[in-house]
């Protein structure tokens, strides 16, 4: 019970796995401008999910977004 107790009393959400997969793959395919696998993930995630589902896929999307890119090195070999 000190100031640096890491320990939380509330429970962690119930994660739909699946989904969360889902946000990665949407997000992967969108740095890599791939417009066939973003359409068909998409089409499997569907409208009709409800609130919580969303949710998930939008961590998942956050949690690949939150790694920086890797900087693109120079053609040196002209």
């Not at 019970?1 to 992967?28: Q, T």
């Not at 401008?33 to 409208?47: C, E, H």
Request: proline share 6%; charged share 35%.
């Amino acid at each position: 019970m000190g100031i640096f107790n890491r320990k939380s009393n509330a429970p962690e959400p119930a994660r739909n796995d699946e989904m969360v997969e889902l946000g990665r793959d949407y997000a992967i395919a969108r740095r890599h401008r791939d417009t066939k696998a973003m359409n068909r993930i998409m089409r499997q995630v569907g409208n009709d999910k409800d609130v919580t589902d969303l949710s998930d896929f939008r961590a998942g999307q956050e949690s690949y977004d939150s790694l920086p890119p890797i900087p693109r090195t120079r053609n040196r070999r002209r």
